[in-house]
């Protein structure tokens, strides 16, 4: 079945530093990717998204390109800050499936002052 | 952007009594909606696909009769936490998705049976 790996946190980091976040998929399809965050004691925000084969989705500085050939969705940033401190979620969503969504465990990031 | 709202956003009960958990899309309509449960610094599981007008759909290992969804309009889906016991203590999240079949989060109800 489908599913989503992403590298294990807490990832503790310094302002300005960069920042990657690994996440892998299995899908039998073809399916859409995301990266969802949740900060403290909020829902869940979509953060960026990729629905095809070497797409790049972006927003708020972060980036993440669907690599088809490692089935890889890995999120950067150049440059993160205080306010980037949250739980990152990578995850996919596939039209054969019903459009359900598949979540990767979660990777909390703390960025230091 | 769409909102979703939650209500209860946190409920406290007693082991035994049923609970229930409203989502509803406020500014568009869902055809479709999805209820996850998310426990303490864990991701989110799917347990159910809600449809409108029709039954729900659910997740394996999810009991049916346990976790009573009922998906009435096209803007609301309620999800009912029959009889329930500490272990049943969760973050209940729900999602609804427009006609770009893009998702859009609650805020989450935070349950506690006592």
């Known amino acids: 079945g489908n599913s989503v790996t992403q590298m294990e946190g807490p990832v503790t980091l310094s302002e300005e530093a960069f920042l990657t976040i690994n996440c892998t998929y299995t899908?039998?399809?073809?399916?859409?990717l995301f990266w969802y965050v949740q900060y403290p004691g909020e829902g869940l925000q979509l953060l960026l998204k990729a629905t095809k084969a070497d797409d790049k989705g972006s927003n708020k500085g972060f980036e993440a390109t669907y690599r088809k050939e490692t089935t890889s969705f890995h999120l950067e940033k150049g440059s993160v800050q205080v306010s980037d401190s949250a739980v990152y979620f990578c995850?996919?969503?596939?039209?054969?499936?019903?459009?359900?969504?598949?979540f990767g465990a979660g990777t909390r990031l703390f960025v230091k002052a | 952007g769409a909102v979703v709202s939650q209500h209860p956003s946190w409920v406290i009960c007693k082991s035994g009594t049923s609970v229930k958990i409203e989502c509803r899309s406020l500014?568009?309509?869902?055809?479709?909606m999805f209820w996850y449960r998310q426990f303490p610094k864990q991701s989110l599981m799917l347990m159910a696909t809600s449809n409108e007008g029709s039954k729900a759909t659910y997740e394996q290992g999810v009991e049916k009769d346990k976790f009573l969804i009922n998906h009435a309009s096209l803007t609301l889906s309620t999800l009912t936490v029959t009889s329930a016991h500490p272990e049943d203590s969760s973050f209940y999240i729900c999602?609804?998705?427009?006609?770009?079949?893009?998702?859009?989060f609650g805020p989450g109800t935070r349950l506690t049976v006592l």
């Open positions: 999602s609804a998705r427009d006609a770009s079949d893009t998702q859009y």
């Open positions: 500014d568009f309509q869902a055809t479709t």
């Open positions: 995850a996919l969503s596939e039209g054969t499936g019903g459009f359900k969504t598949i």
């Open positions: 899908a039998t399809g073809y399916p859409s």
